[in-house]
């Protein structure tokens, strides 16, 4: 089966604690995203990461970091969670200069 | 203010109605897309229609492009229930753009 796939599903954890969340295509793709979803659903974009760049969207908090070891995965870990981290992270990818995104099913994320 | 929107906010219909969710975007774009996102999953790309496009297909859904006003469309023809989801247009806002920039989304209710 071809898909992005992210694990965890869930994810519960305490404010200060440090979280990573992965993420694996089987596309083919060369480039793979971070979105978060709040919970009013807004998607906003964290990371685009190519096998010759890294994007990272200025807004994003530097406890936020992704992590590649190769062009079908790209994690995210979050250092010390805070409580407006909780959200749904969803991991996307795509092919260059193609606009077909696949995403996966999100890892729901809550601090408490 | 959001660099897409979708309206209205959400919309009820009974099986077998038509429905259209409206969009509009404030960048150039090269594209335009539409998704639909599930309770529990990832967005699904439904259709893309390039920046030259008027009018795409894809079985009981049409999407709609008119660069001029920069407002698109997604009408659904004979809803099922199943069509309940989370409707987001995304833009594309230049070739080689690293980005989608999602809309807020529009929550259709398709009830027996």
């Known amino acids: 089966e071809t898909a992005v796939f992210q694990t965890p599903n869930y994810h519960v954890t305490q404010v200060g604690n440090e979280v990573s969340f992965n993420c694996k295509q089987t596309?083919?793709?060369?480039?793979m995203y971070w979105y978060k979803q709040d919970s009013k659903k807004l998607l906003k974009i964290m990371f685009s990461?190519?096998?010759?760049?890294?994007?990272v969207n200025e807004t994003v908090p530097r406890r936020f970091s992704p992590q590649s070891s190769d062009k079908a995965h790209l994690n995210l870990r979050i250092k010390s969670v805070e409580p407006e981290d909780s959200a749904v992270y969803l991991c996307?990818?795509?092919?260059?200069?193609?606009?077909?995104?696949?995403f996966g099913s999100g890892t729901r994320l809550l601090v408490i | 203010s959001q660099l897409a929107e979708e309206n209205p906010w959400a919309l009820s219909v009974h099986e077998g109605e038509s429905v259209t969710v409206n969009c509009s975007y404030k960048?150039?774009?090269?594209?335009l897309q539409w998704y639909r996102q599930k309770s529990g999953e990832g967005p699904a790309q439904l259709i893309l229609?390039?920046?030259?496009?008027r009018e795409k297909r894809n079985g009981r859904l049409r999407a709609t492009l008119d660069t001029s006003s920069q407002s698109s469309s997604l009408s659904i023809t004979a809803t099922r229930c199943e069509d309940t989801a989370v409707y987001f247009c995304?833009?594309?806002?230049?070739?080689?753009?690293?980005?989608?920039?999602f809309g807020s989304g529009t929550q259709l209710t398709v009830m027996p």
């Open positions: 990461y190519n096998n010759k760049q890294l994007i």
């Open positions: 996307a990818s795509s092919s260059s200069g193609d606009s077909d995104y696949t």
């Open positions: 995304a833009t594309d806002p230049s070739s080689g753009s690293w980005q989608l920039i």
């Open positions: 960048t150039s774009i090269t594209a």
């Open positions: 596309l083919g793709h060369d480039t």
């Open positions: 229609i390039r920046s030259n496009e």
